[in-house]
């Protein structure tokens, strides 16, 4: 598609001030309305507010394909949506009815068998540094092409979508791949361990800075998959992460490495983990419910993840781009919005915390009330203890729209990550004996295979929050005590979620512009 | 055979990008340190780049020594095994990567076409790709990498106009040709440089009013325009209703959509009743749903549809509520469907991407191609082969006249070097002219149904770039 542009266009740095009031004010919007259609739209009240709400609920597409959005723009998708928010209805009228002890066996484990920690993982944690120092390697002598250079097609494609996915379904691998670790346990072996670690009261808190950063640097940066400044990126990450385990132990990646955070959680989800020695199986999430927050930084790295994970969808929507002014069929590029990106997301992430708050305190005003609906002999239960104990029942949540959003970009670029690793060096070498090979993307253009994908999306979004709903149950038993206390308990955490399925669907279909 | 350089026969300039610590010096260096650095490099890889060059032109062509009796190739005595470098600005990612897609993969398949005749002065092309993300800063720092930091001959590719408009001015000061295939107007619309051109896509202007007479002879006096609202649209307003009204056509409503409808049917009531003809070129994801909507609005009796093929490039045709699209017409760039009277050059283009005979790729019939816009990157490798032939090439210190060879073009014959048709090149406006289609969707596949004169295409020159110093 040609678009000439306009000439206000062409300007497109625009001052951080300015950006951020456009993002916070609709009346800003409403002073730069240029056409008609932006005028219509700016001017309904709430706009903003509702598509902040709905912005936290979305999940999305990283791949714009403008056959596969038309296509999904025909699918019945009221009928889907109505559907997924019936099942996620039903499953709260299920926990409602279910007697306390089903709901504490639901989430039970079966011991499988005795399994101690391998001294494997050192070296295998070594191999992955190896072969992540190749990468890197390649990312600065190989293709200056990003769907070429193996180094971004992996980090983005292979690790950040396919491997954090695994990671969900099958347990904990980044402990066996991690590339720090192996080369700490050296470190320990030659007499260089440190003898410090960061104070306790650090908690999660450097994770959540450097997450944060991350996903800014994924969402607003023009390039992130150049490989050259990926390269540099990931190098110096690993350096700094590095360091970090140095001077302050491995207890650094539990604290300050966001992914190990990050992939630490999703691997909770799976229905086999190690617990003690021994490994044991059970319906997904167990390991969850088992390993509930314990401090408010590790409860809000959950609520962050999942935030981050719904802007990312958000912020490529029509809807999202003409709240910042932005006209969806004409996008001036991410440099023209980093700082809309950057605010909005920060919104986000504020705005999510705030309502998971919300309801809590007021799930708990029900629930410690005294009154005939509770039962007053059993304590109160404090409003902490609350937010870190429930906020992992949003962690299949955050997994499931990792799935969604990326399921269109990964389908596509997993095609050039094959290629990539057919000639890593650039030089035509054929590895993999690929012969003759083109990637495509015509799975996007037929209304059978663009059902599948969607409704597989929105089938992954659905059981989601159904774990999710499950999950929230079993713990607001073990809280309150008594099922009634729980169940009044979650009234507002369920509407929030039966709210979050119904938008997160809704946006699932709805047309994206960037 | 690996997507990228396998396919587009290019030199490894190994010992450039060898080490990490090659990197770290290219990033700290001055522009100048660079450019000796990179010099130096460029010699002693001279012996690994010969051999792949060899490997790449095939050994049994003979093609150094053939080069000099190919049609085109001239001025080869002085031939140098150093590859021509061209950076090639490519949409990975972002809202152009669709297009970028089919982009690259038509460079890949003329670079190897180019380079299996000998290249350029007996020199092969070796195309380094960067992203340009569709933003038009990236664009920018894009242009600059290949000027200051890949040492590339020239600059090469982009489609979306506000990346051309974001590079271009960044070309002109670093003083690198920047040959766009945009289609935009902005080459010739004066707005750009010297060091800006597009001799291989016409512009949508030409394209727009070309269509003027066609419709007002065979479809109808009287038009009713359903655009969206911006620029985009806004040209095709005015440029149409000007042309049309110019053959004694009247329009009778111009109807503006806001770029977030996605659901059209309270447009169209606003369409007069006397309307004989309606011109549409909605854009985006709710192309389908616009259509369906049409079709439900209109059923059997309608008037004549006439659109242009922007709405759905790399769309399959079969997709649902595309049936009423029957008997309509549409601009095309380049035929997507291979016609009756297919030329011997659609042939062997069609074939070098890996296109099939429904514009779809040879690998998966239902990964619909670009076909209407794509062929510019073949038809401007090959001018800037041309020109470089022309000006006898050597190096950077011969851009100016490589820009002055390409202004000095007029006709370029229909050919393997110009699949899509003939062409005149106006070195003046930097902007090529050449001859529109218009298909008819008939039994769901695009077939010809008129070629507009390359005459209709033109109009008056807007800007004289040649008189413009370097």
């Not at chain 2, 051999?51 to 085109?72: E, F, I, Q, S």
Request: net charge negative.
């Amino acid at each position: 598609m040609i678009v000439p542009v306009e000439q206000d266009a062409i300007a497109v740095p625009r001052t951080a001030w300015w950006g951020v009031v456009r993002v916070l004010t609709i009346l800003a919007l409403q002073n730069r309305a240029d056409f008609e259609w932006q005028r219509q739209i700016k001017s309904k009240s709430l706009y903003f507010v509702l598509t902040m709400v709905a912005g936290l609920l979305l999940p999305g597409h990283a791949v714009a394909h403008v056959s596969q959005q038309g296509l999904v723009l025909l699918l019945p998708t009221r009928f889907y949506i109505g559907s997924g928010v019936l099942v996620v209805l039903l499953t709260l009228a299920l926990v409602a009815l279910l007697p306390n002890e089903y709901s504490k066996r639901l989430f039970g484990s079966l011991r499988l068998w005795v399994c101690e920690d391998s001294q494997l993982r050192s070296v295998t944690s070594v191999l992955s540094t190896g072969f992540l120092f190749f990468l890197i390697y390649l990312g600065f002598t190989a293709s200056y092409d990003p769907l070429e250079n193996p180094l971004p097609v992996f980090i983005w494609t292979v690790w950040w979508v396919g491997f954090v996915v695994l990671q969900g379904l099958f347990g904990n691998l980044w402990v066996w791949l991690n590339p720090w670790s192996g080369v700490a346990s050296i470190a320990s072996r030659a007499g260089l361990a440190s003898k410090h670690s960061l104070p306790e009261s650090v908690q999660q808190w450097p994770a959540i800075i450097i997450f944060l950063a991350f996903i800014s640097f994924s969402l607003a940066d023009s390039a992130p998959e150049a490989p050259q400044r990926l390269a540099v990126i990931v190098t110096g990450y690993w350096c700094f992460t590095m360091l970090g385990v140095l001077l302050f132990g491995v207890k650094w990646l539990q604290q300050a490495e966001c992914f190990t955070v990050l992939l630490n959680r999703f691997a909770q989800i799976a229905p086999v983990a190690k617990y003690r020695d021994e490994l044991r199986f059970g319906l997904p999430g167990w390991n969850l419910v088992r390993c509930k927050a314990t401090t408010v930084s590790a409860a809000v790295f959950i609520l962050v993840l999942l935030a981050c994970g719904s802007f990312d969808g958000l912020n490529e929507t029509f809807l999202w781009l003409a709240t910042i002014g932005v006209n969806p069929l004409d996008f001036p590029g991410r440099s023209a919005i980093v700082f809309e990106t950057v605010a909005g997301l920060l919104i986000a992430n504020v705005a999510l915390v705030t309502a998971y708050s919300l309801c809590i305190y007021t799930g708990l005003l029900l629930a410690n009330r005294d009154g005939y609906l509770v039962d007053s002999s059993v304590p109160a239960v404090a409003f902490k203890q609350a937010f870190c104990a429930l906020a992992v029942a949003v962690v299949p949540i955050a997994f499931v729209y990792h799935f969604a959003h990326f399921l269109t970009s990964f389908m596509v670029n997993i095609q050039y990550a094959v290629a990539a690793a057919s000639d890593p060096f650039d030089n035509g070498a054929d590895l993999l004996g690929l012969g003759s090979y083109y990637v495509t993307t015509g799975f996007f253009n037929t209304p059978q295979s663009v059902k599948i994908i969607w409704l597989s999306q929105a089938g992954a979004v659905v059981v989601g929050h159904v774990l999710s709903v499950l999950i929230a149950h079993a713990i607001a038993v073990e809280l309150f005590g008594s099922a009634r206390r729980a169940i009044v308990s979650q009234v507002p955490l369920a509407v929030f979620m039966v709210v979050y399925t119904f938008i997160g669907l809704w946006l699932l279909a709805a047309p994206k512009g960037a | 055979m690996a997507v990228g350089r396998a396919q587009r026969g290019v030199i490894e300039d190994s010992f450039l990008r060898a080490s990490l610590l090659d990197f770290a010096w290219l990033s700290a260096s001055t522009a100048g340190r660079n450019q000796t650095l990179m010099t130096d490099k460029i010699i002693t890889s001279s012996n690994i780049s010969r051999r792949t060059a060899l490997k790449t032109l095939g050994a049994g062509a003979g093609a150094l020594a053939l080069a000099g009796t190919m049609p085109g190739m001239i001025g080869c005595a002085n031939a140098s095994d150093e590859p021509i470098k061209i950076g090639f600005q490519v949409h990975r990612t972002g809202i152009g990567a669709a297009y970028g897609r089919w982009y690259d993969r038509t460079t890949e398949a003329v670079v190897k076409r180019i380079n299996s005749e000998g290249g350029i002065n007996g020199r092969p092309i070796e195309i380094i790709a960067e992203d340009d993300g569709t933003d038009p800063k990236r664009g920018a720092e894009v242009v600059e990498k290949f000027a200051n930091k890949h040492n590339c001959d020239i600059a090469f590719g982009t489609l979306f106009s506000h990346v051309v408009y974001g590079s271009a001015p960044r070309a002109g000061e670093l003083a690198i040709p920047y040959f766009v295939v945009s289609e935009g107007h902005h080459v010739a619309s004066g707005k750009l440089n010297r060091y800006t051109l597009q001799p291989g896509i016409t512009d949508v202007k030409s394209q727009v009013e070309a269509m003027a007479p066609f419709i007002a002879e065979n479809l109808g006096k009287k038009v009713t325009m359903i655009f969206p609202d911006f620029a985009f649209g806004h040209d095709h307003r005015d440029y149409f209703s000007a042309a049309f009204e110019a053959q004694g056509g009247q329009i009778l409503e111009k109807i503006a959509i806001p770029p977030t409808e996605t659901s059209f049917s309270k447009y169209f009531p606003k369409i007069p009743r006397d309307t004989e003809v309606i011109y549409h070129v909605m854009v985006g994801p709710a192309v389908l749903t616009f259509v369906k909507e049409l079709g439900e609005f209109f059923g059997p009796s309608r008037p004549e549809i006439f659109g242009f093929i922007d709405s759905l490039e790399a769309v399959d045709l079969a997709s649902p509520g595309l049936e009423f699209l029957e008997g309509t017409y549409f601009w095309e760039g380049n035929p997507r469907y291979a016609q009756a009277e297919q030329s011997e050059f659609d042939k062997v283009y069609r074939e070098a991407v890996g296109v099939d005979e429904n514009g779809a790729s040879v690998s998966d019939a239902k990964d619909v191609s670009t076909y209407a816009h794509m062929f510019g990157c073949w038809e401007t490798l090959y001018v800037v082969k041309a020109g470089m032939e022309a000006a006898n090439y050597q190096g950077p210190k011969d851009r100016q006249k490589l820009i002055e060879a390409v202004e000095a073009m007029t006709d370029m014959p229909h050919s393997f070097e110009h699949p899509q048709g003939a062409k005149v090149f106006n070195g003046k406006t930097h902007q090529t002219f050449g001859h529109q289609y218009i298909s008819k969707v008939t039994e769901g596949k695009l077939m010809l149904a008129h070629t507009t004169s390359i005459e209709d295409t033109l109009y008056e020159d807007e800007v004289d770039y040649t008189k413009m110093s370097f």
